[in-house]
């Protein structure tokens, strides 16, 4: 079986929507959500699309099975199609972007960086985002070294960096080498289980979050 061939494991498709963060905010997109994740983050909020208990409502989908329906939903107007799951790194996605490139289409991806691809590199935006210690995930930084060294300078790259409570803002474990490879964001969060966090303006050091809280060119 060619990669071509390999079908890829579909949770939903949907859109066109506007893009509601990150660096594509603002931008007409449709999702294209896979099924299967190798973490369990404590808060993950689409267990619809990483739980296996969900796995017979995923579809495995060939190329052009999703770009039909990629096309109708965006009435054959070329857009950004966002790569999501799950952890859409784990799927073979390579010849999906390849056959939307030929169609004007440009293509996103957002995983946590515990899975490297080759087609990365062919990627238009790769959005890397390590979970923080209230995922209760621990980030494999050899894997996440290994997506920044194979996308490369093709793709923007854009690192989330998911702050749920005062240890997540405390820990800040990102090497410095990561922030400084990509165009960065912060993306506070939150949900009932979590307090809220504590931090007032006085308590953030410029310095220390300069990288993390704006943007920063490659
Ligand atoms: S990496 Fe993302 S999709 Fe996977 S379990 Fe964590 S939050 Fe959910």
Known sequence: MSARDAPIRVSEIFGPTIQGEGVLIGLPTVFVRTGGCDYRCSWCDTLHAVDSDYRDQWRPMSVEEIWQEVATLSGSKPLTVSLSGGNPAIQPLGPLIAYGHAQGYTFALETQGSVTKDWFADLDTLVLSPKPPSSGMETDWQAFDDCLRIAADRPQIALKIVVFDDRD??????????????????????????RPMTMTPGSISTASWSGCCGWSAR
Do not use: D, E
């Open 169 to 194: 803002y405390a820990t800040r474990a990102m090497p410095l080498r990561v922030i400084r490879t990509c165009r960065s964001i912060c993306s506070p969060a939150t949900t009932p289980r979590h």
